[in-house]
């Protein structure tokens, strides 16, 4: 079954600003729009035959997802 942008793909869960408890779910193309103003922030050279390697979650000390 192929994957489409709105389909999703992580259950991100977050206390926020308030320290409540919330959860919101992330469909792959939010997702990859993310990753892709992330790369043209901190490295604005990145071509479209460039690969980016994630080990750790990216939205604890950048803010990406906060």
Known sequence: MPV?????CWHYFTSGTTG????SIMTHG???FTFANRS???????GHQ??????GPI???TGTLT
Not at 50 to 55: G, N, R, T
């Open 4 to 8: 489409t942008f709105d389909d999703h």
């Open 30 to 32: 939010r997702l990859a």
């Open 59 to 61: 939205s604890h000390g």
């Open 40 to 46: 043209c922030d901190v490295l604005p050279g990145l």
């Open 50 to 55: 460039d690969v980016m390697l994630a080990i």
């Open 20 to 23: 409540v408890p919330k959860g």
